[in-house]
């Protein structure tokens, strides 16, 4: 599914380094459901960029598929991105013009298909959410449960074998997030592993297994299970 | 398309950020298409009153104002006919052809025409031989010659000095020379215009101001008013409607436009009582008014380019940073970098088409308007400006969004992401 070998993440700040991410070794597969957990400014978002294909690592290979995402063009690790990889935000980013329906299909828009194709996989998708009554509604006109729905739809529409959620739940009632983390297991399957960031313990403990940041290094912890917590999702 | 079906939403459903650029680019395209419609079709104009006019220098009664005769060279003022004789016997130089006219309104089957009187070159050259000892003597072919007027000189450039006696005999010479050579006083020749609506090609007899008059022939068309006049022997126009021995403009063929410049002074100095001018003298006014309003057309070329230009700049740069977060999103469900510079460039490029369509039906309908309501004729938009006003807003839109686009392209999406 995807590797990390040896990566590393450096930045110069103030003429000073600062190790985001230090040599990460990490071996994810499908079915697979990770959750990282560590405080502000550990590396959580640094290492969630560098899986999702977007930040250029700074030593390291980072291999997806049998593919290796930084040693291929610009525009070929856009499509691999907008293929492979799903994202759900915490604060959702939803286009704000655009419907809920809209927003699903866009992910497939971006590379054509049928106009068609694109609006039933979309409609299914909001379907299953409960939000068949809202495709024509904006992100302002639903509530922030609603638009998480909307954000998983549109990362599930191109059917990813990667999904990576940043704080999926932050700014969701618990109703809400217990819906989310739902989500996000059930979606889990021999095809998509889920890497899933938080500070929040208790959402931690949907996942599988447990790898904890700190100063940019990762460890693995004890499967939420094995450490004695009962999952919030049933 | 695809890219362009999200702009165009964008545009559509979030109008406000961008109307003031569109407004901006409609008004300077409305600007430039308005004020080059008129110059152009002032130019137009122009030429074809100098066509209209015929001769390039015009020897017109002292009280005529040259708006009377825009009008019509029926003008009711008159000047003596002799005033012609003087003008042959002075042999200026530079004079290639006279016409004295006297032109008069009446009534062809009960709708109006006017009817022109103009000497026949034979009888006019036969008169002024007569008051001239010197050239009493002188036959028409010689005198065409080697005498003053007619005759073939240094720097000649004008229309009928080039053409054989024959030619110049020759009714379809009328619209070089305008000149009639021979006619009857009992004859008439009739216009195009007016051979065509009233059915004449010769032979007929038709009755004007009471008398009756023979169609010897149909002139060529001109392209001039004499399309739809009749001409008739000045003398027999004169007594029909009762002038005596004047007419209403004597018509000089200069030799050149620099010889004609000459001529006025010389004119002037023959025939104090009358009022001498150019075509260029007359167009003057209008060629001045051209001339500033293409001057006017470039600065608004300029405005528009830099206004229009900065606009579109600001509001595609303020767009590129309101929309980080979108823009960084759609990178990160796999959006290129081009891709989303090219989204910029397109939404730049719908501003400045969509901004052409309504700066060139704006331009064209207020030019329409203005020359309508004050200029006194109509006023079209050619294609060529059309083409001029949609070409200059959709490349002033492309060139000011290359920046913000390049800004936009080179958005790392990680920082857009975090960004609340």
Redesign the interface.
């Known amino acids: 599914m995807i590797s990390l070998d040896q990566v590393e993440k450096r930045y110069e700040q103030g003429g000073a380094v600062v190790h985001a991410l230090r040599s990460t070794t990490l071996d994810l597969r499908g079915g697979d459901f990770v959750a990282v957990v560590g405080p502000s400014g550990s590396g959580k ?1 640094t290492l969630l ?1 560098v899986l ?1 294909a ?2 250029n690592p700074s030593a390291g290979r980072v291999v997806l598929d049998g593919t290796s995402v930084y040693e291929i063009g ?2 070929e690790r ?2 691999v ?3 492979r990889i799903g ?1 759900v ?1 915490q ?1 959702f ?1 939803l ?4 419907t809920a329906l ?1 927003n699903v299909e ?2 497939l ?4 298909g049928s106009r068609a194709e694109r609006r039933g996989r979309a409609l299914e998708l909001l379907e299953h959410f409960g939000l068949a009554d809202r495709v024509g509604h904006r992100p302002s006109e639903l509530s922030a449960g609603q638009q998480q729905r909307v954000a998983l739809a ?1 990362t599930l529409v191109t059917r990813p074998t990667l999904v990576l959620a940043d704080e999926p739940t932050g700014n969701l009632d618990p109703a809400s997030r217990n819906l989310v983390l739902q989500t996000l297991t059930d979606f889990r399957d021999d095809d998509r592993a889920i890497v899933l960031v938080t500070h929040d313990p208790a959402v931690s403990r949907a996942a599988d297994r447990i790898l904890t940041i700190s100063d940019g290094l990762l460890e693995e912890s004890k499967a939420a299970s094995e450490i004695g917590l009962a999952s919030d999702v049933a | 398309m695809r890219l362009f079906g999200m702009v165009w939403s964008e545009m559509v459903r979030r109008p406000g950020p961008s109307a003031a650029a569109l407004v901006v680019v409609a008004f300077g395209v409305a600007a430039l298409v308005a004020v080059e419609s008129v110059a152009t079709s002032s130019e137009k104009r122009v030429a074809g009153q100098m066509r209209t006019l015929g001769a390039n220098v015009l020897v017109l009664p002292a009280e005529t104002t040259l708006q009377d005769y825009y009008a019509a060279d029926s003008h009711g003022e008159s000047l003596p006919e002799e005033y012609a004789s003087r003008i042959t016997m002075a042999q200026l130089k530079g004079v290639e052809e006279l016409s004295p006219r006297l032109s008069v309104e009446c009534e062809l089957d009960e709708s109006s025409v006017v009817l022109t009187g103009v000497l026949p070159r034979q009888e006019f050259y036969e008169q002024s031989a007569w008051q001239s000892f010197d050239l009493l003597t002188a036959d028409i072919d010689s005198f065409e010659t080697g005498g003053g007027l007619g005759r073939k000189h240094e720097g000649c450039c004008g229309r009928t000095c080039q053409l054989t006696t024959e030619e110049k005999r020759s009714l379809a010479s009328y619209a070089k020379t305008r000149i009639v050579h021979e006619l009857d006083r009992d004859s008439v020749l009739v216009g195009a215009d007016v051979a065509e609506e009233h059915g004449f090609a010769g032979g007929e007899t038709v009755r004007l101001l009471g008398a009756d008059f023979r169609v010897a022939g149909v002139l060529p068309r001109t392209g001039t008013v004499d399309d739809a006049r009749l001409l008739g022997h000045l003398h027999r126009v004169q007594e029909v409607s009762d002038s005596g021995p004047v007419v209403n403009v004597i018509e000089v063929m200069g030799c050149c436009d620099a010889m004609a410049a000459d001529l006025v002074g010389d004119l002037k100095d023959l025939l104090p009582g009358a009022r001498v001018v150019t075509i260029a003298n007359l167009v003057e006014a209008q060629v001045t008014v051209n001339g500033l309003m293409k001057r006017l057309s470039y600065v608004l070329f300029a405005v528009l380019v830099v206004l229009g230009g900065a606009s579109v700049a600001s509001v595609m740069f303020a767009n590129v940073s309101e929309r980080r977060r979108e823009l960084g999103t759609l990178m990160a469900l796999g959006a290129t970098p081009s891709t989303v510079g090219r989204m910029v460039i397109l939404k730049a490029a719908t501003l400045g088409v969509a901004g052409a369509v309504l700066g060139v039906g704006l331009g064209a309908v207020s030019a329409y308007a203005v020359g309508l309501r004050y200029l006194g004729f109509t006023v079209s938009t050619p294609p060529a400006i059309v083409l001029t006003g949609f070409g200059t807003a959709l490349l002033v839109a492309v060139v000011a969004s290359y920046v913000p686009a390049r800004r936009a392209a080179r958005l790392d999406p990680c920082t857009c992401l975090q960004e609340l």
Do not use: D, H, K, Q
Not at chain 1, 95 to 98: F, G, I, K, S, T
């Open positions: 978002s960029s999702g977007m930040l610009v525009a856009a499509r991105r907008n293929e994202f935000f604060n980013n286009v704000p013009w655009m809209e866009l992910p828009r971006l590379y054509g549109r």
